[in-house]
C-alpha cells in the first residue's frame, strides 16, 4: 500500500499519475486530497506556529490515512509514504513524528518541516525503514541543505537511507527517482 501526498497547488489525481510510470501493479495506491491543494499555507522552512493550524490538521489526516490501511489488515511493514515537495515534506514530517518500522518512505523535492533552528529530537525508531530522498541541487523550494539535513536525521532514527542529489534539475520527477521507488516497493512486495 503506498500513500501519495501530493505537492502544493496539486491535487490527489496528480500524484496518482505516478502510479502508472511506477508499475507495481501489486500496490495499492491512495492519495489524500489537501483543502485548498494545500497542505499548510506557508514554505515549509518557516516556524511551525505559522503554518498552524494547518500542519496539524495535515499531519493528522495522514495519520487517518495510516490507521485506514492498518485497519483493513495492511501492516506498517507494508505501508509506503510518498510525497512531492509540499506532499514530501508532510510524508517526512509525519513519519519521523510517528516513527515505525514503515515498508518505505519517499521524499521526491522535499526536507523535514521547521526552521533551520528546528530541534530534531524525534521519539522512536524508524528501524530499517527503506528511506529515499531524491532533490535537485538547485531547486528554488527545498534548499538541498535541507535534504542533507533530513538525510542525517532519518539515518540517526534507524532509516535506511538513500540520497541522490541530481545537479542542476528542475523540481520535478525525473525517471531515475521512478526507478528508485520501484526498487523500494519491489521490496515490500517480495
Not at 497542505?39 to 490538521?57: A, G, H, M
Not at 542533507?148 to 528542475?170: C, Q, S
Request: a negative charge.
Amino acid at each position: 500500500m503506498a500513500i501519495l501526498l501530493h505537492g502544493r497547488g496539486g491535487s490527489a489525481a496528480d500524484i496518482l499519475t505516478l502510479a502508472p510510470e511506477i508499475g507495481m501493479d501489486d500496490i495499492a495506491y491512495v492519495a489524500p486530497e489537501a483543502v485548498g491543494n494545500s497542505w499548510y499555507p506557508y514554505r515549509f522552512t518557516e516556524s511551525f506556529e505559522r503554518n498552524q493550524p494547518y500542519l496539524d490538521s495535515a499531519l493528522r489526516r495522514v495519520g487517518e490515512m495510516v490507521d485506514r490501511t492498518t485497519t483493513f489488515g495492511v501492516p506498517i511493514s507494508r505501508v509506503v509514504l510518498l510525497g512531492f515537495s509540499q506532499g514530501a515534506c508532510l510524508a517526512l514530517e509525519y513519519a519521523a513524528r510517528n516513527a515505525t518500522a514503515y515498508g518505505g518512505l519517499v521524499a521526491l523535492s522535499g526536507g523535514l518541516i521547521g526552521p533551520d533552528d528546528a530541534p530534531r529530537d524525534y521519539a522512536g525508531r524508524l528501524d530499517g525503514t527503506p528511506a529515499f530522498l531524491g532533490c535537485s541541487d538547485t531547486d528554488p523550494h527545498i534548499p538541498v541543505e535541507r535534504v542533507h539535513e533530513t538525510a542525517t536525521v532519518l539515518d540517526r532514527l534507524g532509516a535506511d537511507v538513500t540520497k541522490r542529489i541530481y545537479p542542476g534539475w528542475i523540481h520535478s520527477v525525473n525517471t531515475d527517482e521512478i526507478g528508485a521507488v520501484r526498487d523500494l516497493m519491489a521490496g515490500i512486495t517480495a
